[in-house]
């Protein structure tokens, strides 16, 4: 059995270009699809997120329209309740990369706000990503890959293929025009290779180490390829 660490949002809004709030958190399907499937190969699963608090779930995720209908909301609803980790989160300032063989970035606009920020988050994926482990991150989380920078300025992914909610989904979601940055714009600048796929499809990167999900659809194929490259 290995320890997967889960680095996850801390924040339950996220501010828009107005300066308004928007609901947020972690997206329910981005962490319990690769939970599950990370708990059914036989490995343990760690959460960490800054400071220690309990990630929140956006409310918006656990809706039927988003789950291909009531009955997969409910069973992710019902999943996350089990998962005890989401209530006993560590302070991702406090982790050591070396006590974990996996490290997995899930999604939802949560990351927009604390983790493309900050600054522990980014020098632990700078860590994983030269570790060589298996470094998973799909959806809106690659927005913490934006911390990941060196002394000299540049982005420790810089030049990597990559899948990240692209702006056409983001537009399509009704929010692009009215985000601070866009993820596929700040990734590009930052120079990151992003690869766009068909909206809301499964679309899935691997790149070296790193495995990348462009959306919820996904998080449990880039499970599976994380889970081969821990053989």
Same mark, same amino acid.
């Given at each position: 059995?290995?320890?997967?660490?889960?680095?996850?949002?801390?924040?339950?809004?996220?501010?828009?270009?107005? #300066?308004?709030?928007?609901?947020? #958190?972690?997206?329910?399907?981005?962490?319990?699809?690769?939970?599950?499937? /990370?708990?059914?190969?036989?490995?343990?699963?760690?959460?960490?997120?800054?400071?220690?608090? @309990?990630?929140? =779930?956006?409310?918006?995720?656990?809706?039927?329209?988003?789950?291909?209908?009531?009955?997969? %909301?409910?069973?992710?609803?019902?999943?996350?309740?089990?998962?005890?980790?989401?209530?006993?989160?560590?302070?991702?300032?406090?982790?050591?990369?070396?006590?974990?063989?996996?490290?997995?970035?899930?999604?939802?606009?949560?990351?927009?706000?604390?983790?493309?920020?900050?600054?522990?988050?980014?020098?632990?994926?700078?860590? %994983?990503?030269?570790? #060589?482990?298996?470094?998973? =991150? =799909?959806?809106?989380?690659?927005?913490?890959?934006?911390?990941?920078?060196?002394?000299?300025?540049? $982005?420790?992914?810089?030049?990597?293929?990559?899948?990240? /909610?692209? $702006?056409?989904?983001?537009?399509?979601?009704?929010?692009?025009?009215?985000?601070?940055?866009?993820?596929?714009?700040?990734?590009?600048?930052?120079?990151?290779?992003?690869?766009?796929?068909?909206?809301?499809?499964?679309?899935?990167? =691997?790149?070296? $180490?790193?495995?990348?999900?462009? $959306?919820?659809?996904?998080?449990?194929?880039?499970? @599976?390829?994380?889970? *081969? *490259?821990? #053989?």
């Amino acid at each position: 059995m290995s320890k997967i660490l889960f680095v996850m949002t801390g924040a339950d809004q996220w501010t828009l270009a107005d #300066g308004t709030k928007h609901p947020t #958190g972690f997206w329910a399907e981005e962490a319990a699809a690769p939970y599950e499937a /990370f708990k059914a190969a036989g490995h343990e699963v760690v959460v960490a997120t800054p400071g220690g608090v @309990v990630p929140p =779930v956006d409310k918006g995720s656990l809706a039927a329209e988003v789950n291909g209908g009531q009955e997969n %909301a409910d069973r992710i609803a019902a999943l996350l309740e089990t998962m005890t980790e989401l209530r006993e989160p560590v302070r991702l300032e406090d982790v050591d990369l070396d006590d974990h063989a996996a490290v997995f970035y899930p999604g939802g606009h949560g990351p927009m706000e604390d983790l493309a920020v900050d600054a522990d988050s980014g020098r632990l994926l700078t860590l %994983a990503l030269n570790s #060589g482990k298996p470094l998973g =991150v =799909v959806c809106h989380g690659p927005a913490a890959l934006l911390a990941a920078t060196g002394a000299d300025g540049t $982005n420790a992914f810089a030049g990597y293929r990559v899948a990240a /909610f692209t $702006n056409t989904e983001e537009t399509q979601a009704g929010l692009a025009d009215r985000a601070e940055w866009l993820l596929q714009d700040r990734l590009t600048e930052a120079g990151v290779d992003v690869r766009v796929g068909e909206p809301w499809a499964p679309h899935v990167i =691997v790149d070296r $180490n790193l495995v990348t999900g462009q $959306n919820p659809a996904s998080s449990a194929p880039l499970a @599976v390829e994380l889970l *081969k *490259k821990l #053989g």
